[in-house]
């Protein structure tokens, strides 16, 4: 559905959009932060993140007319926003963030439920960026090791190593990054080695995929002790997730699948 050139740019907006946000207020304290981390809870059972329909309305909005670029197929949404109401664009905004009849908006508007879903997940993502940046100065991360993310307990879509061989799994709804044992599935949690390994495909490191048997789950994984421009700082993740779609190719014709086998 999502092209990089259309990924690339989105981000660009999105980052320009989270310095906008405003931030949860008041801040949990540092005592109820490490309270809640020791009791495995995320961080999101302190504090909501503050999502103003209304902004998110409009993010969208922008949002579809640039998905909408060369895609015929998402016009009658970019177009219908563009000219709907400010009443009507916030009751999407709700039925996309409160859980609501999204398909009803989406034959409304004459396009696939899955897009109007995935365009309500990136808008959604700068706000639950900027929830998480101001959460991450009172909270202790370094005491959370488990895989689910500390702030918002999404599950990791990317695993990093970095120049020091510490490991960190990145979320995909806040970009959080938090710590994690090496030695031990990512999906699951299991610290059975023999349980976990490793798939790698010519032309894609230092990418390789990380494969579990107990679980049936994959995560893939950059590898920056090899050095280049991967191993800068602030390579952007989400970004390189759809760079390897090869990976995921790989990872499921063996018969793995992001988050474990279905149940």
């Not at 664009?89 to 879903?117: C, N």
């Not at 950059?222 to 990976?247: I, N």
């Amino acid at each position: 559905m999502q092209s990089l050139e259309f990924l690339a740019a989105w981000r660009e907006r999105a980052r320009r959009w989270q310095e906008q946000l405003p931030e949860p207020a008041p801040l949990p304290s540092s005592a109820e932060a490490e309270a809640a981390l020791a009791r495995g809870e995320p961080l999101v059972h302190l504090v909501d993140p503050p999502v103003d329909p209304d902004r998110f309305a409009a993010l969208l909005t922008e949002l579809a007319v640039l998905y909408a670029e060369g895609r015929t197929e998402a016009r009658p949404l970019a177009d219908g926003l563009a000219a709907a109401p400010a009443a009507e664009q916030r009751a999407l905004a709700e039925a996309l963030l409160d859980g609501g009849d999204v398909a009803a908006w989406a034959a409304r508007y004459g396009v696939e439920e899955d897009m109007l879903l995935a365009l309500g997940g990136l808008v959604l993502q700068p706000f639950m960026a900027s929830f998480a940046r101001a959460l991450r100065r009172v909270a202790p991360l370094h005491l959370w090791r488990r895989t689910r993310c500390p702030v918002c307990g999404a599950a990791p879509d990317l695993c990093r190593i970095d120049s020091d061989n510490i490991r960190h799994l990145h979320c995909p709804r806040c970009d959080t990054q938090w710590e994690h044992h090496r030695l031990t599935c990512a999906v699951c949690g299991t610290d059975d080695v023999k349980q976990v390994s490793i798939l790698t495909l010519a032309g894609l490191e230092p990418w390789r995929v990380e494969v579990c048997d107990l679980c049936g789950g994959y995560i893939k994984t950059l590898d920056q002790r090899h050095g280049g421009h991967l191993a800068m700082p602030r390579v952007d993740l989400y970004l390189e997730d759809a760079r390897t779609l090869q990976l995921d190719l790989l990872a499921e014709q063996e018969g793995y699948r992001r988050g474990g086998r279905a149940h």
